[in-house]
């Protein structure tokens, strides 16, 4: 195997900006955060007592959609408590991302120790421009989106492999890909099943004012499909110009057999791959008709939606990912010769498990906090207060929007969920608008664009503690603070620059989406 290659970067210090020395300061403070897995069983240990303390105080604000007092839950209580230890291996079974994470890492563990990533790499290297790689990347990040959350278990370490491959800092791709899946959430050219999620959200809370409200599933489409645009074009900006050159004088101390090498495209090589990426495409065509004859399978048995979330199709996303990659794996792995009988098709399955047992004692200190948070009510609280408290300054729509967005951007620091922060605040947000004249399309893109700029930053985002481990990867040391601080320009960019586009965009007048309007009526 041909050395591994050193990333590619001028033998200077990194820059020394005001930009630089803040975002420095913040990885300093951010390393000195305990472990993850011990972080999260600190927040355990003071959400336990935060909802002893505020179990005994009254509150006058409201569950939305109850209309029922919010009232904390004490989770020390003897029957809490006994409830949260018999409920303990269900909790961390039932965490969404571990299943994810585990059920795909198996199929690409395959895919990629048979050479088969390896090798499609490379040849995408050979055909991508090296000043469009950025843009490439954060561009399939996005539309990742399409296939639920397998952008964080495919395209995060791809960008990592990608960029170290062409001879660039690894850690930057990481962040590029990170941008585009996370920061970008709410950007996609291609419709996805969060579409419909949020706008059900928006509709139930538009009714409150308005029964006859009916709202289309893409009434953002327009909007999202622009702000990908702008996503791809601050990602690549910040990565070429702000977040490579920082890592300048971040050394390389992964384990380098672990690190893609660059040899060359063997002719062997080769026709394994054509092999291997027929058989892929075989499998997509068999999906793709199967997916679109009359009354399939795969679809909504009531509405025939694919991409309705009782659609069987949605269901099959991470094992489809699974199937898709492991097959051809087998088959590049056999024609290669990198795989010589059944034992090397397991051992690398097994080599990818190893690979993650470091994020499952993550993942089960974070699902016991996050199963914590969300039983004690302390969220949804900081969540109604935060709206009504905007609802009560009474400004203009138009900034209105923008505090929105600043407070969802905030929430989002403690309610991941998307769904679960919209279900919790567009009873406030919606009908408040409507009264002043705004319709809910306008507000639910607002609401989009909080939740997504300030994902890639939250070290409670359930696939975070993965992503520092994709890093740790090439550097060893990468804590929560490298993460953050290198996230933390697209964060801010993304804010401000996303909001800006939103008002610019409604000034102009450009539909937000089908069947979608500005003002209430609609006029």
């Known amino acids: ?6 990333p590619d970067r001028e033998a200077m210090e990194k820059p020394r900006g005001l930009l630089n020395r803040l975002l420095d300061g913040v990885e300093r403070v951010g390393n000195k955060l305990p472990d993850p897995a011990v972080m999260f069983f600190g927040l355990l240990l003071i959400v336990w007592v935060m909802s002893w303390i505020f179990s005994s105080v009254s509150f006058d604000e409201k569950h939305p959609l109850t209309g029922e007092a919010i009232n904390v839950v004490n989770l020390l209580s003897g029957t809490e408590m006994a409830d949260f230890l018999a ?115 928006t509709q139930t ?58 040899d060359d495209v063997t002719p062997r090589d080769r026709k394994a791959f ?23 399978p795969l679809a909504d048995p009531v509405t025939g939606e694919l991409a309705s979330f009782a ?13 898709l990659f492991i097959i051809p794996g087998i088959v590049h792995g056999y024609v290669s010769g990198n795989f010589t009988n059944s034992q090397d098709v397991i051992g690398s399955m097994t080599k990818s498990m190893e690979g993650m047992a470091y994020y499952m004692v993550m993942a089960f200190f ?12 302390l969220g949804t609280l900081i969540s109604v207060k935060g709206a009504n408290f905007l609802a009560s300054l009474e400004l203009s729509g138009g900034v209105t929007m923008v505090g929105m967005i600043m407070l969802v951007a905030f929430i989002n620091l403690f309610v991941g969920s998307a769904s679960a922060k919209w279900a919790l605040i567009s009873p406030i947000f919606v009908p408040m608008l409507m009264q002043l004249g705004y319709s809910p399309d306008l507000t639910q893109a607002a609401y989009r664009v909080g939740d997504s700029s300030s994902n890639i930053i939250t070290p409670l985002l359930p696939y975070f503690p993965l992503v520092v481990l994709y890093c740790q990867r090439y550097v060893k040391g990468t804590g929560i603070g490298t993460l953050v601080a290198m996230m933390l320009p697209f964060t801010v960019s993304l804010l401000v620059l996303w909001s ?18 500005y003002s209430y009526p609609a006029g």
Not at 284 to 294: G, N, Q, S
């Open 311 to 323: 659609a069987p199709l949605m269901g099959m996303i991470v094992p489809l990912i699974f199937l």
């Open 274 to 296: 054509y092999a291997a990426s027929a058989t892929m495409v075989v499998g997509l065509v068999l999906l793709y008709f199967t997916a679109t004859m009359e009354n399939s």
């Open 366 to 377: 974070c699902a016991m906090f996050i199963k914590a948070f969300g039983d004690s009510q």
């Open 87 to 201: 409920n303990m291996v269900d909790t961390f079974m039932g965490f969404a991302p571990l299943g994810v994470v585990l059920v795909a890492m198996l199929g690409v563990g395959v895919a990629e120790r048979s050479g088969y990533i390896n090798v499609a790499i490379k040849l995408m290297l050979n055909v991508t421009p090296k000043m469009l790689l950025t843009p490439v990347l954060i561009l399939v990040a996005i539309v990742s989106h399409t296939a639920v959350d397998a952008g964080y278990v495919l395209v995060i370490p791809l960008g990592g492999v990608i960029f170290y491959a062409a001879g660039r800092h690894p850690l930057a791709g990481i962040a590029a890909a990170f941008a585009g899946v996370s920061g970008g959430f709410s950007a996609n050219f291609v419709p996805s099943a969060i579409d419909p999620l949020l706008q059900g959200f």
């Open 205 to 262: 809370a538009a009714q409150l004012i308005d029964a006859d409200m009916q709202l289309n599933p893409l009434n953002n489409y327009f909007f999202t499909a622009a702000s990908s645009i702008l996503v791809i074009a601050v990602g690549w900006f910040l990565t070429d110009r702000v977040v490579e050159p920082r890592l300048r004088g971040t050394e390389l101390d992964g384990d380098q057999e672990e690190m893609p090498a660059l």
């Open 1 to 6: 195997m041909a050395d591994s290659p050193q």
């Open 500 to 517: 800006a586009f939103l008002i610019v965009y409604w000034t102009l007048g450009i539909p937000l989406g089908f069947q979608a309007s």
